[in-house]
Structures are given as structure tokens and as C-alpha cells.
């Protein structure tokens, strides 16, 4: 059984999120990303596949769906 390497709990429900990764200072969107989410904290637990796939978007290797312009702010 799994254990959030955050909390500790074991309690887990499958979701798709939305992530976004700095790859090179810019800003990319990943949607509908299949992961465990901890019942607890809300940790995300990707699957090594997962994690493989989404290597292989941001880095070049599959063009993407869309681009899009977003808001930024500073604190």
C-alpha cells in the first residue's frame, strides 16, 4: 500500500489534474494528468508512465494541443 510521503497517509483517490512545469524559465501547462491524490494533504503521486509522458511533452517530443497567453504577478 502507498504512503504519502508528505503526511503519511495511506488514504489515496484517483483524479486527473492540471500541472504547470517552469521547463527553461517558461511556463507550460499539462492537462488532464491521470494521478493519486492524497485524501489528507492533496499530494500528487504520479505513476513512473506518467511521469515518462510527461517528460517527453515538455521537453519537445509531442507538440502541443494549444498555446495561450496567461496573467503573471509579482508578490
Do not use: W
Amino acid at each position: 500500500m502507498s504512503q504519502c510521503d508528505v503526511c503519511g497517509s495511506v488514504e489515496f483517490h484517483e483524479e486527473l489534474v492540471s500541472e504547470v512545469f517552469q521547463i527553461d524559465s517558461k511556463p507550460v501547462l499539462v492537462e488532464n494528468i491521470p494521478a493519486k491524490v492524497c485524501a489528507r494533504c492533496g499530494e500528487l503521486v504520479f505513476s513512473r508512465e506518467t511521469t515518462e509522458r510527461i517528460r517527453r511533452m515538455v521537453h519537445g517530443e509531442v507538440a502541443p494541443e494549444r498555446s495561450m497567453s496567461i496573467d503573471v504577478f509579482v508578490y
